[in-house]
């Protein structure tokens, strides 16, 4: 049907981390603050914008803890995120705050990468649902996943080709790839949208709510989170400081 299929198993590429880029940003402490103080200062609040924020880090903290959550949305963080599908599939249901653009299997033939875990990854479930914790799998557990999901990635890319050689639709060929396919998208948000993303999908020891993330989107979680430190210092501290849950 005028294509040939060219991938061979020695031309898929498996990937066991995630990629987090800041590709654009808009935010600082003094965001906070002159949205804050615009309640009491009106027009005046502006000069927020010239001071130093350290000057004013005991208000950020009493917003944070008193949950004023509002003046941390006057900022915005871009970022360009290549991960598993199944990862985007929990990170879009963070729906508040956040604006996404994927990239589209209908409009472009997808890459064959591939998620593979490795070694540190945590194999076997124990407990039951709601009250359990992942253990360290054997040696054989990890080469048993590694091994099926390799198998799996080249039959079902290779189905994907013969599909497109076909003449069939990308859109419908798709339909036989796995959610362990790498995709890649921007993702933009705010402070107090990242902080609920941050509460609800990573680990952390100062954690006033517990949370169980799937290791996967903890590890996207923690790229944005070591990016937004650096940009929002007093913010993020005071986020730390009062149990990591957003205002």
């Known amino acids: 049907m005028g294509r040939t299929p060219v991938t061979t198993p ?3 590429s ?7 880029e800041l590709v654009k940003s808009s935010a600082s402490d003094a965001d906070v603050l002159f949205a804050a103080r615009v309640s009491t200062a009106g027009e005046q609040s502006l000069d927020e914008l010239k001071k130093d924020p350290e000057r004013s880090k005991g208000l950020i903290n009493y917003l944070m803890r008193d949950r004023h959550g509002s003046p941390f949305e006057h900022n915005s963080m ?22 996404y653009n994927e990239e589209s299997g209908r409009y472009r033939e997808l890459e064959p990468v591939f998620y593979v875990p490795d ?33 799996s990635y080249e039959q079902a890319y290779a189905a994907y080709q013969k599909l497109l050689a076909e003449g069939v639709a990308r859109e419908v060929a798709r339909s036989v790839l796995p959610v362990g396919l790498f995709s890649s998208m921007y993702a933009t948000c705010n402070a107090r949208s990242l902080m609920h993303f941050l509460g609800l999908r990573t680990q952390h020891e100062l954690a006033k709510v517990p949370s169980f993330p799937q290791r996967e989107i903890e590890m996207v979680g923690e790229r944005m989170e070591a990016e937004w430190a650096k940009l929002m210092p007093l913010t993020y501290a005071a986020f730390n400081a009062n149990g990591r849950v957003a205002p």
């Open 10 to 12: 020695e031309s898929l």
């Open 14 to 20: 498996f990937r066991s981390d995630v990629t987090v």
């Open 78 to 99: 871009t970022f360009f995120i290549s991960a598993p599908i199944f990862v985007f599939r929990e990170f879009m249901r963070h729906r508040v705050g956040w604006s």
């Open 119 to 151: 070694a540190s990854r945590k194999l076997v479930q124990q407990g039951r649902p709601g009250k359990y914790v992942f253990v360290e799998g054997t040696p054989a557990q990890h080469e048993a996943v590694r091994g099926t999901l390799e198998e």
